[in-house]
Nanobody
């Protein structure tokens, strides 16, 4: 059974940094597509950043220059380094992985990130 486990969320002051991690277990193949999404209260879930197996990345405009997504293929893990956080970044962050287009998407349970003074 595939399981994605996230960690690294928490409370941080504006301007601060956090690093989220997400590790997949229960699989015997590489997850080619990895990404982070977030959902703020009363809002729809939105894409934050994605990274594919070749290393290409894509970011939401709101986080460009502040967030960095990376991956460790050997560990089937994805990371999100978040810098210069502000209150608009407050949300539950979810990781998503899939083997590729047309394959099943797997989601983590979510980790809360709260930016507040």
């Amino acid at each position: 059974q595939v399981q994605l486990v996230e960690s690294g969320g928490g409370l941080v002051q504006p301007g601060g940094s956090l690093r989220l991690s997400c590790a997949a277990s229960g699989i015997g193949y590489r997850m080619n597509n990895m990404g982070w999404y977030r959902q703020a209260p009363g809002k729809q879930r939105e894409l934050v950043a994605i990274i594919i197996s070749g290393g290409n990345t894509n970011y939401a405009d709101s986080v460009k220059g502040r967030f960095t997504i990376s991956r460790d293929n050997a560990k089937n893990s994805v990371y999100l380094q978040m810098n210069s956080l502000n209150s608009d970044d407050t949300a539950v962050y979810y990781c998503k992985m899939s083997r590729g287009s047309g394959f099943t998407d797997y989601w983590g349970q979510g980790t809360q990130v709260t930016v507040s003074s």
